[in-house]
């Protein structure tokens, strides 16, 4: 969950049965995934990430992921860079 301007944006939720949702649908309801463009750019940030594959119909959806995947060889700091680039981007999307 991501706290800015008085505003709070969950794009991630973990779940206790070891999946992730990547919430592309919730992220359309505000600035800046409202835009669809910004929402595939989203998608292509998982798609980078060993063992995440989102499809590209996922941006309207919250596609799961198990958490195993971040585990894999190499998989951990590019995930890590997704997370910071939706923190960049939600900043600069409600400033």
């Not at 359309?28 to 119909?57: C, Q, S, T, W, Y």
């Amino acid at each position: 969950m991501m706290d800015h301007a008085n505003t709070v944006a969950s794009r991630v939720t973990v779940g206790i049965e070891g999946r992730m949702a990547i919430e592309f649908a919730e992220s359309a309801r505000r600035p800046p995934f409202a835009d669809e463009d910004r929402r595939l750019a989203f998608l292509r940030r998982p798609n980078e990430v060993p063992g995440i594959d989102p499809p590209p119909d996922a941006i309207s959806r919250y596609p799961a992921v198990p958490l195993a995947a971040l585990v894999e060889p190499g998989a951990t700091r590019p995930f890590l860079t997704v997370v910071d680039w939706l923190r960049d981007e939600r900043t600069a999307g409600t400033a």
